[in-house]
């Protein structure tokens, strides 16, 4: 399974942009961008999913180039709420998610 | 719907106890899987099931026997707790099949820790 990179940590202020990075070099064919969000304390929440080009939905928008070799989850206008730990996974849809350390995103008011 | 549900949702073991954790699902998903987080790390699959009477292992399964003989529950056992098992444990499930494999729902976590 494609092993992905991502910052450990990111800042950021109430109401901006915030874009987060994650390299896989040996995505395969089959391969999906899956992110997962997760809150102290919970399980991690799906929440978006893309093979190529841009996938929006309404809380997210996921940016994958032509090469697919990293992606870059995009959340508009973030607010405090949205502090918590980011994670890019490559999926194969056999069911076995493997994750990373994630990214930690901390916004500040 | 009450989703995944899981308990108890701390636990506290002296090494070489045995106890389960229960699983449940209540939106008739054919997969289900348990994780566990330790801290500061990402999750990792311990054992897997994509239906009833069927399971397999994950990447850390050493310690931890499963079964599903309904689609709704999915117990894990750890036969004799040792300290390195003090971890999260996270229930997963979701639908069968192609992409919806990815979008998995998971439970709230039971906390484990073993003396």
């Known amino acids: 399974l494609a092993k992905t990179t991502q910052p450990i940590s990111m800042d950021s202020y109430e109401g901006q942009e915030v874009n987060i990075t994650c390299s896989h070099n040996?995505?395969?064919?089959?391969?999906?961008i899956t992110w997962y969000q997760q809150f102290p304390s919970q399980g991690p929440r799906f929440i978006i999913q893309?093979?190529?080009t841009k996938v929006t939905n309404e809380v997210a928008s996921l940016f994958i180039p032509a090469d697919r070799k990293s992606s870059t989850l995009s959340l508009p206008r973030v607010s405090l709420s949205d502090t918590a730990v980011y994670y890019c996974?490559?999926?194969?849809?056999?069911?076995?998610?493997?994750f990373g350390q994630g990214t930690t995103l901390q916004v500040k008011p | 719907n009450a989703g995944v549900t899981q308990t108890p949702k701390f636990q506290v073991l002296k090494t070489g106890q045995s106890m389960t954790l229960q699983c449940a699902q209540d939106?008739?998903?054919?997969?289900m899987s348990w994780y566990r987080q330790d801290p500061g790390m990402g999750l990792r699959l311990i054992h897997y099931s994509v239906g009833a009477g069927i399971t397999d292992q994950g990447e850390v399964p050493n310690g931890y026997n499963v079964s599903r003989s309904t689609t709704e529950d999915f117990p894990l056992r750890l036969l004799s707790a040792a300290p390195s098992q003090t971890s999260v444990y996270f229930c997963?499930?979701?639908?069968?099949?192609?992409?919806?494999?990815?979008?998995?729902?998971f439970g709230p976590g039971t906390r484990l820790t073993v003396l």
């Open positions: 939106m008739n998903h054919e997969y």
């Open positions: 996974l490559v999926v194969s849809n056999t069911g076995k998610l493997i």
């Open positions: 040996n995505i395969a064919t089959n391969d999906y």
């Open positions: 997963a499930s979701s639908p069968q099949g192609g992409l919806s494999y990815n979008e998995q729902f």
């Open positions: 893309g093979y190529k």
